[in-house]
């Protein structure tokens, strides 16, 4: 079996006597959507704090196609493909949304991006920017001011943002949270539209988004993984129903 695109092994993070991850350890596989799901205060967002370079662990390693990552800078993650999104959106309201996601192509390759400049100066940082805008479904949309656009539209834009630096693994943190349901069913086929070109590790707590696009998921329950499965798997788990799904959510 190919190695894992991430593969944790026992990470363990404390805040004072608190342990917010108690010796998580899962594989995403390249390509799949792999969901993490469980109670408020499980860990979840450290988690992804950890992966991504924002927090560091106590214990533990992360790998990233094979190489130990667990001691990298974020900026060095990063230049490694690994990118992340955040529970409150993290735009800039002022730019478009072309200039939005063309900052993220300068992130990406260290090029110079004057806003100001003829657009036609900036050719394939525009051309790379609405490339992202368009996986989204916001290419109509890359001339408007990004603080004009629906709650909705800025969690596109975001994570546009996102794929404009070329990532291997997207982290994606509640990325439906806040929308209404039309604006759900769009984001979540946008991320199915994104299974297979791109590893995504998910958090989120709407259920029924999770199991219906999740190829995997991993339950945290006090900072531990109680599970790791289908979503098939997941719902019929006498553990996960008792410590988090309950009979009523485990029929999603």
Not at 17 to 42: C, K, M, Q, Y
Not at 89 to 95: A, G, K
Not at 160 to 183: K, N, S
């Amino acid at each position: 079996m190919a190695e894992a695109l991430l593969s944790l092994q026992g990470l363990r993070k404390r805040f004072g006597g608190l342990a917010v991850t108690d010796d998580v350890s899962l594989e995403v596989a390249a390509g799949e959507i792999h969901a993490v799901i469980g109670p408020n205060g499980a860990g979840k967002t450290t988690l992804i704090n950890e992966i991504s370079g924002v927090l560091p662990v106590d214990a533990g390693q992360i790998r990233f196609e094979g190489r130990d990552i667990t001691r990298l800078k974020l900026h060095r993650r990063a230049r490694l493909g690994l990118a992340r999104s955040f529970q409150i959106t993290s735009i800039i309201p002022d730019f478009t949304a072309l200039e939005n996601a063309a900052l993220a192509v300068q992130a990406g390759d260290g090029t110079s991006f004057r806003f100001f400049r003829p657009a036609a100066g900036e050719v394939r940082l525009n051309a790379a920017a609405m490339q992202a805008l368009d996986q989204v479904g916001l290419a109509a949309r890359a001339a408007v001011p990004a603080g004009e656009m629906s709650h909705g539209e800025k969690r596109q834009l975001e994570l546009a943002i996102a794929l404009a630096t070329q990532p291997r693994l997207l982290l994606l943190d509640e990325p439906l949270a806040g929308a209404g349901p039309e604006e759900t069913e769009r984001l979540i086929g946008i991320l199915r539209g994104l299974r297979g070109r791109y590893a995504i590790l998910l958090v989120e707590h709407d259920m029924q988004a999770v199991f219906a696009m999740a190829d995997r998921i991993s339950v945290l329950v006090y900072g531990r993984v109680i599970a790791t499965g289908t979503p098939d798997a997941i719902r019929a788990n006498a553990e996960v129903k008792a410590a988090y799904l309950g009979e009523d959510e485990a029929t999603c």
